[in-house]
C-alpha cells in the first residue's frame, strides 16, 4: 500500500529525472529521488506501467534484426522484473520480520522495566521492614534491660521485706523481754510499764503501716512485671512473623532475578535472529547487484553484435556496388547473409 502523497505522476517525475541523468530507474534509485517515501511495491506498478506506455524501439534496418531485438529487449525486461520482484519481495519480507522483532524487543523491554520497577519496590518494603525489624529489636533491648532493672528492684525490696521483718522479729523479742521484765517489776512501776506498752503499741502499729504499704508497692510492681513479661512475649511473636516475612520477601527477590535472567536470554536470541536477517538481506542484495551487471553484459554484447552488423552490411554494399552488372547476385546474397548473420546472432544469443 503507498504511503500518503506517492502516486503514477510523482513516479514518472522521477524516472524522467534519472534518465535526464542518465541513470537507470530501477525501484530503489526512484525510491531514493522520491525521497526514501512510498511502496517499492508500488514503485515497480507504476514503473511498469510507465514502460508499457512507452512505444517500442524500432529497430534500424541497417542494425540488429526484429527477431533479435525483440529477444534481447524481452530478455532485458524479464531479468529487470524478476530481479525488481525479488528485490521487492525481499524487503517486504525484511521490513516485516524488523517490525516483528522490534515489536518483540519493545514488549521485553517493557515487561524488563516493570520487573525492575518492581524489584526497586520489593527492595524498598524489605528495607523498610528490616529497618523495623531493627527498631522492633532494639524495643525488645529496652524493654529487656527495664525488666532487668524491675527485677533487680523487686530483690531489692524483698531484701528491705526481710530487714522489716527482722526488725519485726527483734521488736517482738524486746516486747516478750520488756513482759518478762514487767513481770519481775510490775509491782514497781505500772504507770511505767502502761507508757511503755502504749510507746510499743505505737511503734508497733507504725512498723505494721510501713508493712502493708510496702506490700502494696511490691504487688504493683509485680503487676508491672507481669505486663512487662506479656508484652515481651508480645514483641516475640511480632520479630518471628517479621522473620518469616522477610524469608518470604527474599524467596520472591530470587524467584524474579530468575525470571530477569531468561528474559535476558530471550532479547539476545531476539537480536541473533536480527542479525541473521540483515546478513540474508546483505546476500539479496549483493544477488541484484550481480543481476544488474548481467544485464549491463547483455546490453554490452547487444551493442558488439549491432556494429558486427553494420561493418557486415557495409561490406555486402561494397559487393553489390561492384556486382552491380548481375541483377539477381546481391538480392540472393543479401539474402544469404541476412540469414547467416540472423542464425550467427541467435547463437550468440543463446551462448
Known amino acids: 500500500m503507498a504511503r500518503g502523497g506517492i502516486n503514477k505522476a510523482v513516479v514518472q517525475k522521477a524516472r524522467q529525472a534519472l534518465l535526464a541523468r542518465g541513470e537507470h530507474p530501477s525501484i530503489d534509485a526512484v525510491r531514493i529521488e522520491l525521497g526514501n517515501t512510498g511502496s517499492k511495491t508500488t514503485i515497480h506498478r507504476y514503473l511498469k506501467e510507465l514502460e508499457a506506455q512507452q512505444p ?11 527477431a533479435l531485438s525483440h529477444l534481447v529487449g524481452q530478455l532485458a525486461e524479464q531479468l529487470r522484473e524478476e530481479a525488481d520482484c525479488r528485490v521487492g519481495d525481499a524487503c517486504a519480507v525484511f521490513e516485516e520480520e524488523k ?31 528490616s529497618a523495623e525489624l531493627a527498631t522492633t529489636r532494639s524495643a525488645l533491648q529496652t524493654e529487656q534491660t527495664r525488666n532487668a532493672t524491675l527485677n533487680q528492684a523487686v530483690g531489692e525490696l524483698q531484701v ?11 521488736l517482738e523479742d524486746k516486747h516478750r523481754h520488756a513482759r518478762d521484765a514487767l513481770e519481775h517489776y510490775r509491782t514497781a512501776s505500772r504507770e511505767q510499764r502502761e507508757q511503755d506498752q502504749r510507746r510499743h503499741e505505737g511503734q508497733l502499729q507504725q512498723v505494721q503501716m510501713e508493712i502493708r504499704q510496702l506490700q502494696q508497692s511490691l504487688i504493683v510492681k509485680q503487676d508491672e512485671l507481669t505486663g512487662l513479661n506479656r508484652d515481651n512475649e508480645r514483641l ?13 520477601l527474599q524467596d520472591q527477590h530470587e524467584q524474579q532475578q530468575q525470571q530477569l535472567q531468561a528474559l535476558n536470554a530471550s532479547l539476545a536470541q531476539s537480536q541473533g535472529a536480527r542479525e541473521e536477517l540483515l546478513r540474508q538481506a ?3 542484495a549483493q544477488q541484484l547487484e550481480e543481476s544488474r551487471l548481467q544485464q549491463v553484459l547483455l546490453v554490452q554484447r547487444s551493442e558488439h553484435l549491432e556494429a558486427a552488423l553494420g561493418e557486415r552490411e557495409a ?9 552491380q552488372p548481375i541483377e539477381d547476385r546481391p538480392h540472393n546474397d543479401l539474402s544469404l547473409h541476412d540469414a547467416s548473420t540472423s542464425n550467427r546472432g541467435e547463437d550468440t544469443v543463446d551462448r
Open 236 to 248: 516475640l511473636v511480632e520479630a518471628r512473623q517479621l522473620q518469616r516475612e522477610r524469608m518470604a
Open 315 to 323: 561490406a555486402l554494399r561494397q559487393l553489390h556496388a561492384a556486382d
Open 282 to 284: 546483505q546476500a539479496q
Open 160 to 170: 528491705r521485706l526481710a530487714d522489716k521483718d527482722e526488725q519485726i522479729q527483734s
Open 99 to 129: 517490525q516483528t522483532l522490534l515489536a518483540q524487543l519493545q514488549l521485553s523491554q517493557q515487561a524488563l522495566a516493570a520487573l525492575q520497577q518492581q524489584q526497586q519496590i520489593q527492595a524498598a518494603a524489605l528495607a523498610s521492614e
Open 56 to 66: 517500442a524501439t524500432v529497430a534500424s534496418t541497417h542494425t540488429l534484426s526484429d
